[in-house]
């Protein structure tokens, strides 16, 4: 693979697709495909005309434990999280239909770190109507959506800073925020289209 310049940006020529998430390469260029089809995805709640809700999920870890264990765990939390009679009655409650999510894992020097970005489509209601009603929502669907998870975690043994556990923003139906949705939840697309990579220190 060589490295070649146009002008003040690098390129590269020469190389080939393994296809492999495991591939800086291959992973980054999956990752822009991923964005590209989430944002056709969420376009279609657009047409809909329903909101749309972006949800960022993290726990605690300990430095030295290992990624997949990391990983594990708030696979784990998370499922429990949307499952069970105190999820159903949320989903009621807030009018969420459907989501997509993607995974994001740092790694530095304080061990391995993994959140979840997820992207759910809300049944459009007089309360979304409006920049200031739409924040509004949100606050109360973040509050009772980390009641939830902070309760989800204790039962795995895990905990969260609150004020970082989970957080929520809502965003009105235009073609222009399923964009940014998409880059959302495909974060590390975003990152790469904008030339840049997560600065972590351990590689």
Request: aromatic residues 10%; proline residues 2%.
């Amino acid at each position: 693979v060589q490295t070649v310049m146009y002008g003040a940006k690098a390129g590269y020529r020469g190389w080939q697709h393994c296809g492999s998430r495991l591939c800086p390469w291959c992973c980054a260029k999956l990752a822009q495909e991923d964005t590209s089809k989430a944002e056709r995805f969420i376009r279609g709640w657009v047409k809909r005309k329903n909101a749309i809700a972006l949800c960022h999920y993290t726990l605690r870890h300990t430095a030295d434990e290992l990624p997949a264990a990391v990983w594990d765990a708030q696979t784990k939390v998370l499922q429990s999280l949307h499952s069970g009679r105190p999820w159903r009655d949320f989903l009621e409650q807030f009018g969420l239909l459907e989501h997509i999510y993607g995974n994001e894992v740092t790694d530095g020097y304080n061990g391995c770190h993994k959140h979840q970005h997820r992207a759910w489509e809300l049944q459009m209601c007089e309360a979304l109507h409006g920049r200031t009603a739409r924040r509004q929502f949100g606050r109360r669907m973040e509050k009772a959506y980390l009641a939830l998870y902070l309760a989800a975690l204790a039962k795995h043994g895990r905990s969260a800073l609150p004020q970082y556990a989970l957080k929520v923003s809502i965003a009105a139906p235009t073609k222009s925020n399923a964009a940014r949705a998409a880059e959302y939840v495909t974060k590390f697309a975003k990152e790469t289209q904008q030339g840049g990579l997560k600065s972590g220190h351990q590689g």
